[in-house]
């Protein structure tokens, strides 16, 4: 008979007949979790490590709608700081596992998908449907076995492979919904000190009626209180001429999020495959400000081209669009947040057009984020490729071979395009244009309607590559030397390169003509604001020795050095020596 053993699958007994065999083992997903190889370098049982490496099974990830990575791992992670950085859809997860490592850097974990980095698309793009577990580092083991770019903790996904058996096929759609909730009821003050007349009704200066001015849809005169007298107390309603608004209702809604997914997978003989494809779609929780939409594609394919060797391909495609206008919302909330309660932000002049301020009686920074939503449009659209080839060659059970390449390009196109504003009689009584308070960057600086009206266009190009190979010994003295010692030795050899190139090239229009439609040729001030390059590359070697007396106890010891064209022509290599050991 043949015992036939892999980490992380079920063993079998096979009785040997003279014939050729072939044998395929089942994947034991239990007996996966308690495996790990971040941090380690390879495959090795969670009881053998000094350090902590959590691992998250796809069972234990939380279904759609999240659909997204770094937020499924909100709370599943012990010790770490994971949060959604806004309601946002499509934001960035802010991920602290190590605490604040640098100025320049900051809390941003390594992102590694298959063993191969991934440094150019966020955790938010990736598909959460494609992965079969992530493993996570915080302590200081990911910086000597991954350099200083793991410096801040590393985290890695791992791909949904195929699997033995009949073809699977999986088709899935979720729906849910998502806001922002006011707990306690927070808002304005329902009552005033203004000063009144007999009426009740809230009154200027010169004692007239506090009245909207319908032609540039604000107060043309204030209200009159005294903040500072003991007899100045706030126990007036807004019931008579200036009424109560609830800011929040105004611009807070209820969030849909679509998700729907095909997964079609199978192994057969020296072959196997998992492909995906899916695709989310997202409101934003602030209202007339955008959404959102992601498409993936996702293809995991493993051939053996010989006896021990095997070749992968893993490629993601992600293609996505967002017309957020505030993906973070602070532009909308400090307008709203400085403003009165008796600001009407639904309210429109008699152009049937939203004034972009209401006046000082409203608060001096309590511009409205309506003009800005109705005179600007963003359109950013992005596409990500995640591309790795995985060669591995095991010879009997002693070497292994395994060589990794990857290509990670993320491209964004943004346009932002702000209205030609002649048509508001606010803008030109205010001078209070759209460009004033843009939530996105702005380059026009308007003194009069006419010279307002912008159009940005940037081109935000990041290609990153990542080759690493490493060479493993394993010996154990018990059975391949028939020596009576529980003693295993793992030896491991590895070197990484990495570059990455940046470019960007941002254009910019002002002073837009009074006719529609037109272009950036037809802007009157026309100017590139950047043309940039950057790059960055370094390479490194890994030496890692660890010895194991059975289950009892064992120690390792090895060292990481990288050079990297950060630190100059002439400077020596950064070194991370390592070591740890454990009991029993």
Same mark, same amino acid.
């Given at each position: 008979?043949?015992?036939?053993?892999?980490?992380?699958?079920?063993?079998?007994?096979?009785?040997?007949?003279?014939?050729?065999?072939?044998?395929?083992?089942?994947?034991?997903?239990?007996?996966?979790?308690?495996?790990?190889?971040?941090?380690?370098?390879?495959?090795?049982?969670?009881?053998?490590?000094?350090?902590?490496?959590?691992?998250?099974?796809?069972?234990?990830?939380?279904?759609?709608?999240?659909?997204?990575?770094?937020?499924?791992?909100?709370?599943?992670? $012990? *010790?770490?700081?994971?949060?959604? %950085?806004?309601? &946002?859809? !499509? #934001?960035?997860?802010?991920?602290?596992?190590?605490?604040? @490592?640098?100025?320049?850097?900051?809390?941003?974990?390594?992102?590694?998908?298959?063993?191969?980095?991934?440094?150019?698309?966020?955790?938010?793009?990736?598909?959460?449907?494609?992965?079969?577990?992530?493993?996570?580092?915080?302590?200081?083991?990911?910086?000597?076995?991954?350099?200083?770019?793991?410096?801040?903790?590393?985290?890695?996904?791992?791909?949904?492979?195929?699997? $033995? *058996?009949?073809?699977?096929?999986? %088709?899935?759609? &979720?729906? !849910? #919904?998502?806001?922002?909730?006011?707990?306690?009821?927070? @808002?304005?003050?329902?009552?005033?000190?203004?000063?009144?007349?007999?009426?009740?009704?809230?009154?200027?200066?010169?004692?007239?009626?506090?009245?909207?001015?319908?032609?540039?849809?604000?107060?043309?005169?204030?209200?009159?209180?005294?903040?500072?007298?003991?007899?100045?107390?706030?126990?007036?309603?807004?019931?008579?001429?200036?009424?109560?608004?609830?800011?929040?209702?105004?611009?807070?809604?209820?969030?849909?999020?679509?998700?729907?997914?095909? #997964?079609?997978?199978?192994?057969?003989?020296?072959?196997?495959?998992?492909?995906?494809?899916?695709?989310?779609?997202?409101?934003?929780?602030?209202?007339?400000?955008?959404?959102?939409?992601?498409?993936?594609?996702?293809?995991?394919?493993?051939?053996?081209?010989?006896?021990?060797?095997?070749?992968?391909?893993?490629?993601?495609?992600?293609?996505?669009?967002?017309?957020?206008?505030?993906?973070?919302?602070?532009?909308?909330?400090?307008?709203?947040?400085?403003?009165?309660?008796?600001?009407?932000?639904?309210?429109?002049?008699?152009?049937?057009?939203?004034?972009?301020?209401?006046?000082?009686?409203?608060?001096?920074?309590?511009?409205?984020?309506?003009?800005?939503?109705?005179?600007?449009?963003?359109?950013?659209?992005?596409?990500?490729?995640?591309?790795?080839?995985?060669?591995?060659?095991?010879?009997?059970?002693?070497?292994?071979?395994?060589?990794?390449?990857?290509?990670?390009?993320?491209?964004?196109?943004?346009?932002?395009?702000?209205?030609?504003?002649?048509?508001?009689?606010?803008?030109?009584?205010?001078?209070?244009?759209?460009?004033?308070?843009?939530?996105?960057?702005?380059?026009?600086?308007?003194?009069?309607?006419?010279?307002?009206?912008?159009?940005?266009?940037?081109?935000?190009?990041?290609?990153?590559?990542?080759?690493?190979?490493?060479?493993?010994?394993?010996?154990?003295?018990?059975?391949?030397?028939?020596?009576?010692?529980?003693?295993?030795?793992?030896?491991?050899?590895?070197?990484?390169?990495?570059?990455?190139?940046?470019?960007?090239?941002?254009?910019?229009?002002?002073?837009?003509?009074?006719?529609?439609?037109?272009?950036?040729?037809?802007?009157?001030?026309?100017?590139?604001?950047?043309?940039?390059?950057?790059?960055?590359?370094?390479?490194?070697?890994?030496?890692?020795?660890?010895?194991?007396?059975?289950?009892?106890?064992?120690?390792?010891?090895?060292?990481?050095?990288?050079?990297?064209?950060?630190?100059?022509?002439?400077?020596?290599?950064?070194?991370?020596?390592?070591?740890?050991?454990?009991?029993?």
């Amino acid at each position: 008979t043949i015992d036939v053993t892999e980490i992380g699958h079920f063993s079998q007994t096979v009785k040997f007949t003279g014939a050729d065999l072939s044998i395929v083992l089942v994947q034991d997903t239990k007996a996966l979790s308690e495996v790990v190889v971040t941090g380690v370098g390879v495959a090795t049982s969670k009881k053998k490590t000094a350090f902590a490496v959590e691992s998250i099974t796809a069972d234990k990830l939380p279904a759609a709608p999240t659909a997204d990575v770094g937020n499924a791992l909100v709370g599943k992670i $012990a *010790g770490a700081q994971i949060s959604s %950085v806004n309601g &946002s859809p !499509g #934001s960035p997860t802010n991920i602290v596992l190590r605490g604040i @490592n640098t100025i320049r850097n900051g809390t941003q974990p390594m992102i590694l998908l298959d063993g191969v980095e991934v440094r150019a698309t966020g955790l938010e793009s990736l598909d959460l449907t494609n992965v079969e577990r992530i493993e996570v580092i915080q302590g200081a083991a990911s910086a000597s076995i991954y350099g200083a770019q793991g410096a801040n903790g590393v985290i890695q996904l791992f791909s949904k492979r195929g699997k $033995a *058996g009949k073809l699977n096929i999986d %088709v899935s759609s &979720s729906y !849910g #919904s998502n806001q922002l909730l006011n707990i306690g009821d927070v @808002n304005k003050s329902k009552f005033h000190s203004f000063n009144t007349n007999a009426s009740g009704e809230v009154i200027n200066s010169g004692g007239a009626v506090m009245q909207f001015d319908p032609v540039t849809g604000s107060y043309l005169t204030n209200p009159v209180f005294n903040l500072i007298s003991a007899t100045s107390i706030a126990n007036k309603a807004y019931d008579k001429n200036l009424v109560w608004y609830d800011h929040y209702k105004m611009f807070f809604q209820k969030a849909n999020t679509f998700n729907n997914s095909v #997964s079609i997978s199978g192994s057969r003989d020296k072959f196997d495959f998992s492909i995906v494809a899916s695709e989310n779609k997202q409101e934003t929780v602030f209202k007339n400000n955008g959404d959102f939409s992601r498409r993936n594609f996702s293809a995991n394919i493993g051939v053996e081209l010989a006896k021990g060797l095997r070749l992968r391909s893993t490629t993601q495609i992600v293609s996505t669009k967002s017309t957020q206008l505030d993906p973070t919302g602070r532009n909308m909330f400090y307008a709203i947040n400085n403003s009165r309660p008796f600001a009407n932000y639904e309210q429109r002049d008699e152009a049937g057009l939203h004034s972009p301020y209401f006046g000082d009686a409203t608060g001096v920074n309590g511009y409205n984020f309506n003009y800005i939503t109705e005179n600007a449009k963003v359109k950013d659209l992005t596409v990500d490729v995640v591309q790795s080839f995985n060669l591995n060659y095991k010879f009997k059970k002693f070497f292994e071979f395994d060589a990794k390449y990857g290509l990670n390009r993320s491209a964004l196109n943004s346009r932002y395009q702000i209205a030609e504003q002649s048509k508001s009689e606010g803008a030109a009584f205010w001078e209070y244009w759209a460009e004033y308070y843009s939530p996105r960057n702005s380059y026009g600086v308007p003194t009069q309607s006419s010279e307002s009206g912008e159009i940005n266009q940037g081109d935000y190009i990041t290609l990153f590559q990542n080759l690493n190979a490493q060479a493993t010994i394993r010996l154990n003295f018990q059975e391949d030397f028939k020596i009576n010692i529980p003693l295993q030795s793992t030896t491991l050899v590895g070197w990484d390169y990495r570059k990455r190139n940046y470019t960007e090239f941002v254009t910019y229009g002002t002073d837009a003509p009074d006719f529609t439609p037109y272009n950036a040729t037809n802007m009157g001030n026309f100017k590139v604001a950047s043309d940039y390059v950057e790059n960055f590359t370094t390479y490194g070697f890994l030496i890692n020795q660890r010895f194991d007396w059975g289950e009892i106890g064992g120690i390792s010891a090895g060292l990481r050095s990288d050079y990297s064209s950060a630190f100059g022509g002439g400077s020596k290599p950064f070194t991370f020596p390592r070591g740890d050991a454990f009991i029993r």
